[in-house]
């Protein structure tokens, strides 16, 4: 069964704090993305990953950066967490190739509140 | 930058009603994927339609890709309340980098 996990369900921050969120997926897949999810606007991405060390911005990257050392995992930073990162975010991956492939599997998502 | 514009954004019918999801964009998509999400859980895909006109059908479920391949159409037939859940569009674009454009979903609760 394939998946793709995320280190928290919930998390809460405070204001200025540094905030990692970890995405693992067990795929072998060389994309992986990060979107941040709230209400009336779909999914929004953040910046998504091609290649382990590889990765490029999406379209809502300010505030945020990302790693990818291994292929396995993406990881989130929020540098200096604010209010307005209060939102669902969600991992997901995928496998380059044929159109069918542009599939993407998602994590649970994790609902991080910053105070 | 290419936009899905997707409506009605909220839907509230009774059990055994049809309903029509809107999926709209002013660019033209290779291939355009229809997710649904459930609380708590991440979307999951529920199909691609990859040809212009192309139709397919998921039980009671009737996805449509717009001739032209810009739009898309989900149809529910005789709803049910499992059905509740967001629906999302997502289109591919012809550079297939494999980054999707989602459109805003569509909220739909179906009540027993």
């Known amino acids: 069964d394939v998946k793709v996990t995320q280190s928290s369900r919930y998390l809460v921050k405070r204001t200025g704090e540094k905030v990692f969120l970890e995405c693992v997926q067990d795929m072998d897949h060389e994309n992986m993305f990060w979107y941040r999810q709230d209400p009336g606007l779909g999914l929004r991405l953040i910046y998504f990953s091609y290649d382990v060390k590889m990765k490029e911005k999406g379209d809502i990257p300010e505030g945020y950066s990302v790693s990818r050392e291994k292929k396995e995992r993406f990881s989130l930073i929020l540098e200096s967490a604010s209010t307005n990162q209060t939102s669902m975010y969600l991992c997901?991956?995928?496998?380059?190739?044929?159109?069918?492939?542009?599939?993407?599997?998602f994590g649970p998502g994790t609902r991080l509140t910053v105070l | 930058t290419q936009l899905l514009e997707q409506s009605p954004q909220f839907l509230s019918i009774q059990e055994g009603e049809n309903l029509t999801v809107y999926c709209n964009s002013s660019?033209?998509?290779?291939?355009l994927q229809w997710y649904r999400q459930e609380p708590g859980e991440g979307p999951v895909l529920l199909v691609t339609v990859v040809t212009g006109g192309e139709v397919k059908k998921l039980k009671r479920l009737t996805f449509q890709f717009g001739d032209a391949r810009k739009d898309s159409s989900l149809h529910i037939t005789a709803a049910q309340p499992g059905d509740t859940g967001l629906y999302l569009c997502a289109g591919v674009s012809y550079s297939n980098t494999g980054k999707l454009i989602f459109g805003q979903g569509t909220t739909l609760q179906v009540k027993p």
């Open positions: 660019s033209v998509f290779s291939s």
């Open positions: 997901a991956s995928s496998s380059p190739g044929l159109e069918e492939s542009n599939e993407q599997f």
